[in-house]
């Protein structure tokens, strides 16, 4: 709504601190995302070319505010009159951004290594869980990720990791709809933090 575009222009603003662009730097100020262990695959994804649409790899230096409406369009609500064709493409567009933060080579793959990074990156603050038990519940989500997609594989076979498709199967019946929203929007957070 231009409601939530004005909202989403100011919080750009301050974020830019009233520049025509955004860095990567400017994120360091969101008090929201300073204790996410994945901080730098969420900044990294706001200025990936594959979530801005224009390009199949690469990063983006800085973005404008056109940019950032369209990562922010990634994190809208589901609308209540949206036919099954439009939910069914809503759902594809989340799973795509989500899809790009595991990928980080850009090769439309995530692989098993790509798969430990992040969840070596999501257990990183529990000084509980050991790097290797990390590891282990990364290969065991890939075993069961290769079970699910490929069905049973043979001895000699091996899994490449997840495509896009295989994703998708992944997901199915999880609600992503209403999950990946954004919080640090709130712009109360930051002025109490001044």
Known sequence: TSEQIEHLHRRFKQLSRDQLTIRKENFDSIPDLEFNPIRGKIVHAFFDKRNLRQASHGLADEINFEDFLTIMSY???????????????????????????????????ITLQEYRNVVEELLSGNPH??????????????????????????????????????????WQGIDIETKMHVRFLNMETIAHCY
């Open 129 to 170: 869980l050991e790097k290797e038990s990390a590891r282990s519940i990364a290969d065991g989500a890939m075993m069961e990720a290769a079970s699910i997609c490929v069905g049973q594989m043979g001895p000699d076979q091996v899994y490449e990791g997840i495509t896009f498709e295989d994703f998708l199967k992944m």
């Open 75 to 109: 994190f809208r609500p589901i609308e209540m009159n949206m036919d099954e064709e439009q939910l069914d493409r809503f759902r594809k567009e989340k799973l795509k951004f989500l899809f790009h933060m595991y990928d980080s080579d850009h090769d439309g793959k």
